[in-house]
């Protein structure tokens, strides 16, 4: 590629003698009027040079990138890494970008909406598509954000907002980067480490899976609290994890149970399972994830990322869509993913949206009371709550 028929030449990723950028470095007068082509991963991305030293340079998105953000398929096979994680590194090669040029994040970000999304709130992830996802978390695990992508990074872990959950287990078992519907689908008790309420025939991503020793790990934990730095990004998933709430809560039995749940008889008694024991525990990793949004939000003030929070919370207040209240009469129906989180809102929010708590207790307290929940039975399941979004609040990684 060619920017203003410039020279162009090729830097290689370990130039002799200090690192990627150090024939940059060495030719700074130069630098300002070339563009760079670097080939990885079957595209060129060019690299475009400011004229200031202190001006980092900017990478080009390349056309073969930018037309997968309009072609679904061909954008979700692009970002598949495979049962087996061999195209891993062309999927870190296609989203890895230091400082993309122009609207280049923007770009990527549609690139990761198109290939990971469902096309409507009742379609089911294919299982393409959930491994897709893992594949741009992993690629993304430690990284800069660039800024403009983080909304669209945002809206893709809202779309798998279960089992962005499931995360937190830190599951042992995970046996690759997703799982078909058939593997997720509860046991004759009820049983599924992959959650409750479950859609069929949609596929889920194994965010926790860690190849041994291989080149991928996806830690969505850390990519929220990179995401966090952007304000309508931390409204996209604080809407998520509330809509999950709400969703949640209303598939309940009035005792606050799974009604799929079976008694096991294999399981010995004073290890058995009850109704109620992992609805306590998925209500304890919802509370938890929005604590931890709000520690990440704190953290950017303490930190220094940010010196307005209050700017910064204003453009969350703009973002966030409303209340997310449970229906008063229990639900038996089990959408996809993609449609917890294009729940419609309930009202607007009561109170300040920055006390999570108080969100989360205001439906759980409406909740508790349509459904006739018992006193001793609604106590419990709150403190739970309030362990976990205290918990979430001030652990640090």
Known sequence: MNDGGA?????????????????LRRHRLMASAIALAVVAGGTTATITLAAGEDT?????VPESTRTLADRPAAATRALDPGDDLSRFDAVRELLRYDNPCGDGAEVLGAVVEAATR??????????????????VAAALDGAEVPEGMAPAVARMLADYVVDEARYLMHDDESGGPAVSAEAAAPDPYGWTSYGRFLAPGEAHTDFEYDQPYGPAE????????????????LAIL?????????HYLERLTTQGGDPAFRPDPKEKSDYASTPTTWPDNDLEDIAERVGNLM??????????TTDDLAAYDDVVRRHLRGTYRAAPDQVTTRPPMAAIAARPVGGPLEGDPMDGRHQLFTVFDAWAKDRGVPAGRAAAMRQIIDDAYVRGLWMRF
């Open 218 to 233: 996806a830690d969505p934990e850390m990519l929220v609290a990179e995401l966090a730095e952007d304000p309508e990004a």
């Open 238 to 246: 604080y809407d998520a994890e509330r809509a999950y709430f709400a």
């Open 295 to 304: 520690k990440h939000r704190a953290a950017l003030a303490r930190e220094g």
């Open 7 to 23: 020279t162009q030449d090729v830097v290689t990723v370990d130039e002799q003698g200090g690192g990627r950028w150090s024939w």
């Open 118 to 135: 469902a096309p409507g709130p009742g379609t089911p992830h294919s299982l393409a598509q959930a491994r897709a996802a893992y594949g």
């Open 56 to 60: 980092p340079p900017c990478q080009t």
